[in-house]
């Protein structure tokens, strides 16, 4: 059991290096090894939130395809969505990919506190991420009252 436990750690923490770097490669053998596509790494990152910081879309679509869930929140605090992530640096690709795979366009980091993805890109100022980012929220379903 311990050793299962070393060895998943081993994995996660070698997988998400390899979405910081944008390796499709390594990202699909350690996948294929048995590396969770959700568990963190010691300091609480997530392997798609690395790889939506980097805008690896390829590595975001290894990622969601293995089932790593698109509004996981990274880190301990400091950190937050993927959608986020890729929307504060402006990686359009990636903002598409995770919309297409069921982001929620409005999730603000933080726990619900912080910052939502369109306002990340507005920051940038990234145009593309944020005319993006808001026909995905104007085209959410209306909450019932």
Same mark, same amino acid.
Not at 50 to 62: C, E, I, K, T
Not at 79 to 87: D, F, K, Q, R, V
């Given at each position: 059991?311990?050793?299962?436990?070393?060895?998943?750690?081993?994995?996660?923490?070698?997988? +998400?290096?390899?979405?910081?770097?944008?390796?499709?490669?390594?990202?699909?053998?350690?996948?294929?090894?048995?590396?969770?596509?959700?568990?963190?790494? *010691?300091?609480?990152?997530?392997?798609?939130?690395?790889?939506?910081?980097?805008?690896?879309?390829? +590595?975001?679509? %290894? %990622?969601? *395809?293995?089932? *790593?869930?698109?509004?996981?929140?990274?880190?301990?605090?400091?950190?937050?969505?993927?959608?986020?992530?890729?929307?504060?640096?402006?990686?359009?690709?990636? +903002?598409?990919?995770? %919309?297409?795979?069921?982001?929620?366009?409005? %999730?603000?980091?933080?726990?619900?506190?912080?910052?939502?993805?369109?306002?990340?890109?507005?920051?940038?100022?990234?145009?593309?991420?944020?005319?993006?980012?808001?026909? *995905?929220?104007?085209?959410?379903?209306?909450?019932?009252?």
């Amino acid at each position: 059991m311990n050793r299962n436990r070393r060895r998943g750690k081993k994995l996660s923490r070698a997988l +998400v290096t390899a979405a910081m770097l944008g390796d499709a490669g390594t990202a699909r053998r350690l996948l294929r090894r048995g590396a969770s596509p959700e568990l963190p790494d *010691a300091h609480g990152t997530t392997p798609l939130y690395a790889a939506s910081v980097q805008g690896a879309a390829d +590595v975001v679509a %290894l %990622l969601l *395809a293995a089932g *790593a869930r698109p509004d996981t929140e990274s880190g301990h605090g400091d950190e937050g969505t993927p959608l986020c992530a890729a929307a504060c640096w402006g990686h359009a690709g990636t +903002v598409r990919l995770l %919309l297409a795979h069921g982001a929620d366009p409005v %999730l603000r980091e933080d726990h619900g506190t912080g910052r939502a993805p369109l306002d990340w890109a507005e920051r940038g100022p990234h145009p593309e991420t944020a005319l993006l980012l808001a026909a *995905a929220v104007s085209s959410r379903p209306a909450a019932a009252p």
